[in-house]
């Protein structure tokens, strides 16, 4: 009992040490729950350089639809048209209807200054119109974007072209025929009704590798005949 009394008794008076010794400099640091000093403030997040990867990320595009297109008129047309406005290819979609006649050309301007400098242009231009418009429109299906190819398992860019004025009773095999010779991609061949004004007229989509061999089709092949009906072949954007 005395043993234990002792030891009480130096256990007690570590505790009624100088505070600046070890034992309870160590004994704040694990426990002390006191708020930060006001002299130890986080850094100023807003003097700190933006992360870069966070720019690029908050780049917002700006969306523009140009009615007044020709039936023909190409988005190299287009980017040539707004020449200076830092367009490609890629910045434009064709808008189609039902039919799969052009209404319209959606752009995606990198920039607010960029449909800016398009919109001066297109007041100089006759017929032509170019209203903003939101990113729902961009969202439209595009003809010249990617698909997969059940011949050779793998994905491939494609280029669709629209045959117009196929027979009535017209079967798959029948535009295989049509088409011998061409490269395409028979197997995702697409055959539909659309109502005109003289009547449902049948057409066709059909996918090619790539525009070279599209335009090659189109060249050798429209205005021929399947199944004595004339058929026009045409790009689609």
């Not at 160590?26 to 700190?48: G, K, V």
């Not at 966070?54 to 039936?71: A, C, D, H, K, W």
Request: proline share 7%; hydrophobic share 40%; net charge positive.
């Amino acid at each position: 009992m005395n043993q234990l009394k002792t030891t009480l008794f130096k256990s007690t008076n570590l505790f009624r040490t100088d505070p600046n010794r070890a034992l309870p400099i160590l004994h704040t640091h694990r426990f002390c729950s006191a708020a930060t000093p006001a002299t130890e403030q986080p850094p100023d997040q807003s003097s700190s350089p933006a992360d870069p990867f966070l720019q690029s990320s908050n780049q917002s595009f700006v969306y523009g639809r140009l009615t007044g297109n020709g039936r023909y008129t190409m988005k190299t047309d287009i980017v040539q048209m707004f020449e200076g406005s830092d367009l490609s290819l890629q910045d434009v979609r064709v808008e189609y209807n039902r039919n799969y006649a052009p209404v319209a050309m959606i752009v995606q301007f990198p920039s607010g200054p960029s449909f800016d400098s398009a919109m001066r242009i297109v007041r100089q231009a006759p017929f032509y119109r170019l209203e903003k418009s939101d990113m729902s429109y961009w969202n439209i299906p595009s003809y010249d974007g990617k698909t997969v190819s059940i011949e050779l398992i793998m994905h491939l860019s494609y280029i669709a072209v629209l045959l117009e004025g196929l027979p009535r009773f017209a079967l798959p095999e029948d535009v295989e025929r049509f088409l011998c010779g061409s490269e395409c991609f028979t197997s995702n061949m697409q055959i539909f009704l659309r109502q005109r004004l003289l009547g449902p007229v049948k057409l066709a989509l059909v996918q090619f590798p790539s525009q070279i061999e599209a335009m090659n089709s189109v060249i050798l092949k429209n205005r021929n005949f399947c199944l004595n009906n004339q058929v026009l072949m045409r790009v689609l954007q």
